[in-house]
């Protein structure tokens, strides 16, 4: 019978921490996004940079603090662990453009940029990712390989983030769970 | 982690701020996680003009962080080289030309940002949400007033 009590009060004394424990990690993982979200205001309070929350489903562009940009995601796929982890922007990709080799075409002293069959194009298209080092990609599209850890958002809010964003442009995402 | 906050809250300002979506042709007047006004404007063509030798214009909305320099009422539009060639007109020599001054395009008010950029009304609001301009933003009436009212000299403008 002690026994059997015993047994009860360590289950509900585990019932009880276990939210204790999360609510704990969520607070370590915003003082470690505002931290790092400090550091990158204070080094250059007009850069754009990118904070991913998940568990808001919410990717946040932003500069020096404040909100530019609210957008929503579709769905998510983070890198294992599940600290607060910064990336940067490598580049962007467009699938199923031809590549102009190193001269480029240009018109008016700006690249010209032309997709797969010859029409002129400008900016990231529909299918473009954007791709951050060392393996993550922001997608407008659903159809990103699955074993990738991915945000996807809406293909016309890629187009604006895309506008938004340069090389070496910071992503935070918080608390990213395993894919 | 209220220090950080706190240290955050003082970096970002109390002030309202421009945010430009020219992939969207979206304007968001925000202040702290406020969205005071969000409004459909156009923005640049992206259109490029030749003139004559070494006379070349890009109509597009730069990317960049602005400032707001002045706030106009009843702006008076100084018409550039470009607006002349254009339109196969000879732009008149003097700079300060009677022909140069149009009362009548800007709207009832005007943000000037740096580099001859700005917010300004405009005599074609069916047209708002396209990307249109020779680089400036335009706005509707009723989103011009209000943005005009809710920013001062320096306020920060986003444009994407």
């Known amino acids: 019978m002690r026994h059997n009590r015993a047994l009860t009060l360590a289950i509900i004394s585990l019932s009880l921490l276990a939210p204790t424990r999360a609510f704990g990690d969520t607070l370590e993982q915003k003082r470690s996004a505002l931290a790092w979200e400090l550091r990158h205001a204070e080094g250059d309070k007009d ?46 990709l467009h699938p199923h453009s031809r590549e102009l080799g190193p001269t480029r075409g240009r018109l008016g002293g700006r690249a010209l940029p032309l997709d797969f069959i010859g029409r002129l194009t ?58 | 982690m209220e220090a950080i906050e706190q240290r955050l809250a ?57 400032r707001v320099q002045k706030k106009v009422k009843d702006p008076v ?21 009677f022909e140069r001054l149009d009362p009548n395009t800007l709207g009832a008010f005007a943000l000037e940002l740096e580099n001859s950029y700005a917010i300004h009304g405009t005599l074609y609001p069916t047209l708002l949400g396209r990307h249109l301009t020779h680089g400036c933003v335009r706005l509707g009436d009723d989103d011009l007033e209000a943005a005009y009212r809710y920013v001062e000299p320096g306020t920060v403008v986003y444009v994407f």
């Open chain 1, 122 to 179: 400008e900016g990231a298209r529909e299918a473009s990712r954007l791709y951050f080092s060392p393996s993550f990609l922001l997608a407008g599209d659903a159809d990103v390989p699955r074993h990738l850890p991915s945000v996807v958002v809406t293909p016309v809010n890629l187009k604006t983030l895309a506008a938004a964003v340069d090389t070496h442009t910071p992503i935070l995402l918080i608390g990213s769970p395993a894919p």
């Open chain 1, 47 to 92: 850069a754009y940079y990118l904070l991913v929350s998940p568990s808001d489903g919410v990717l946040h562009l932003k500069a020096g603090g404040r909100i530019l940009l609210d957008i929503d995601i579709q769905s998510f796929r983070g890198l294992s662990g599940r600290g607060v982890t910064p990336l940067k922007l490598q580049g962007i």
């Open chain 2, 77 to 97: 539009w100084k018409k550039p080289i470009w607006a002349f060639v254009e339109r196969n007109e000879q732009a008149p020599v003097l700079p300060w030309s």
């Open chain 2, 10 to 66: 003082i970096l970002r300002g109390s002030d309202p701020y421009i945010v430009i979506d020219t992939t969207q042709n979206r304007l968001t007047v925000r202040q702290g996680d406020d969205v005071l006004r969000n409004a459909i404007c156009a923005t640049g063509s992206g259109k490029v003009l030749l003139g004559g030798p070494g006379q070349m214009w890009n109509f597009r909305t730069p990317k960049r962080v602005f």
